[in-house]
């Protein structure tokens, strides 16, 4: 059964926009899956250490057949080919990062996944792109994403030109 998955998309390092383009195409040839949408690119302050080049955002949906862990491996697949090297600091600058934001109704809360994700209602970076692809979502634990984004100002983002 094909379920519909919301994905974070962000970038700071070697040429971000690039990367992201990159990632869009990387997730519309995932097997048993279909991109359905993408958001505007927004250009967001990093978290964490402020010494590390702004961020470039967006928000994908995802049609797709495979379960989570398999979905996430196939993320954390992509943002190896695309050059990402974790590390221990959290925040830092990064080629691409891919975040499984929902998963359709599902609540997750394993080791490797939790969803919905568990910092989504705190970032503008992640709602208002989300909100562009789905704007009267109520998340599977009962929160409405618009509740989320009153309480989360568009402050630190600048929507980026097509």
């Known amino acids: 059964m094909m379920e519909r998955v919301y994905i ?8 971000p926009l690039g990367q992201l ?3 869009l195409a990387a997730l519309a040839a995932l097997p048993q899956t279909r991109l359905a949408a993408t ?6 302050d990093p978290l964490g250490p402020a010494d590390q080049p702004r961020y470039v955002n967006a928000v994908a949906a995802l049609d797709t057949t495979l379960e989570p862990l398999a979905l996430l491996d196939a993320l954390q697949g992509i943002e190896q080919n695309q ?3 974790r590390k221990a600091e959290r925040w830092g600058p990064r080629t691409l990062d891919l975040d ?7 609540l997750l809360d394993e080791p490797r996944l939790q969803v919905p994700h568990y910092h989504m209602h705190a970032r503008a970076f ?3 792109p989300l909100a562009e692809l789905a704007p009267d979502l109520q998340l599977p634990d009962g929160r409405l ?3 989320l984004l009153a309480q989360c ?4 983002l600048e929507r980026l030109q097509a």
């Not at 958001?39 to 967001?44: D, K, V």
Request: hydrophobic share 45%.
């Open 126 to 128: 992640v709602l208002y």
């Open 145 to 147: 994403l618009s509740a």
């Open 21 to 23: 383009q990159a990632a």
């Open 83 to 85: 050059g990402r090297v």
């Open 39 to 44: 958001s505007s690119f927004y250009a967001s």
């Open 8 to 15: 974070g998309l962000g970038s700071n390092l070697a040429e």
């Open 153 to 156: 100002p568009f402050e630190g």
């Open 100 to 106: 499984i934001l929902l998963f359709g109704e599902r």
